[in-house]
């Protein structure tokens, strides 16, 4: 009996390390002011109890938009767009930069080598499609929330509430989508400068024989974010920027903030079509 007892919990103890880590991803957040936030990754928040120092585990691999809530007398609200890669731990710290709240990324490592969260609030997270609803409450009324489900409840307006303000995040439809498999793990140092195939770039004045400069330009090379939006930007039509943007991604040192080259696809069509090559 003794012995049945040992081996289900080890058992349990497989499963549970399983589902916590299978293709799944952990975000650490400190802000470095010491002001205390509530973090809402996919329009739901976390952590009921506001926290200077936050880490959630076990999300999804996949596209997702951060957004830090400061309840210090002021609403400060700073959004991040994410693309996480699989047994990954992202940390960010967030500091004063020109006046403004800002968070930057420090260290991305396989999960359990940071030393960073250690000795932090952990929290699960929470989805959509889960029965956690942190948004049924709110300080500011008149307001309403919304559900999981898609009904809408006007907030909780009783004394003593330290919930998000208002809550009013509805569901976006955001999903996950799947693997496109062409991310290069040898992409850890970038060129210096491209400028160089840049300026041959200009010089070519049909499409096709800039695109294929471009990428036997970068086929051995490594970029960083930035410059994938150089190199995008540098070309006119939507079809070919989709073409070199899913190149460049493949080839990002920093592949976390290939999302700020979404800003360069003002139709949805084509913007999401790039946004669900970047998402894993």
């Given at each position: 009996m003794k012995k049945l007892i040992t081996i289900l919990l080890v058992v349990l103890a497989f499963n549970a390390t399983a589902q916590n880590h299978g293709s799944k991803s952990n975000i650490v957040i400190m802000d470095k002011t010491g002001d205390p936030f509530y973090l809402i990754i996919d329009d739901v928040v976390q952590n009921i109890i506001p926290n200077y120092q936050l880490k959630v585990v076990g999300l999804p691999a996949s596209y997702h938009e951060i957004k830090l809530l400061y309840t210090n007398g002021v609403i400060i609200?700073?959004?991040?767009?994410?693309?996480?890669?699989?047994?990954?731990?992202?940390?960010?710290?967030?500091?004063?930069?020109?006046?403004?709240?800002?968070?930057?990324?420090?260290?991305?490592?396989?999960?359990n080598q940071s030393m960073y969260g250690q000795n932090v609030l952990v929290v699960q997270y929470a989805g959509k499609n889960t029965n956690t609803c942190h948004l049924c409450t709110g300080v500011n009324p008149p307001g309403q929330h919304y559900h999981p489900d898609g009904t809408i409840h006007n907030n909780y307006t009783g004394n003593g509430a330290h919930y998000p303000p208002n809550g009013n995040y509805p569901p976006n439809g955001n999903g996950q989508y799947p693997p496109h498999g062409n991310y290069n793990p040898n992409c850890v140092v970038a060129v210096p400068t491209i400028q160089p195939i840049l300026d041959e770039m200009e010089n070519l004045n049909f499409a096709d024989k800039k695109m294929e400069y471009a990428k036997d330009a970068l086929a051995n090379k490594c970029i960083t974010a930035d410059q994938a939006y150089q190199i995008v930007e540098s070309f006119t039509f939507d079809s070919d920027r989709v073409k070199i943007a899913k190149y460049c991604y493949d080839r990002m040192t920093d592949q976390i903030y290939a999302n700020k080259l979404l800003d360069l696809f003002p139709y949805s069509g084509t913007r999401n079509e790039v946004r669900k090559y970047f998402t894993k």
């Open positions: 609200q700073v959004k991040e767009h994410v693309t996480l890669q699989q047994h990954k731990q992202y940390t960010g710290f967030v500091n004063w930069i020109g006046g403004n709240k800002k968070l930057n990324w420090i260290e991305v490592v396989n999960i």
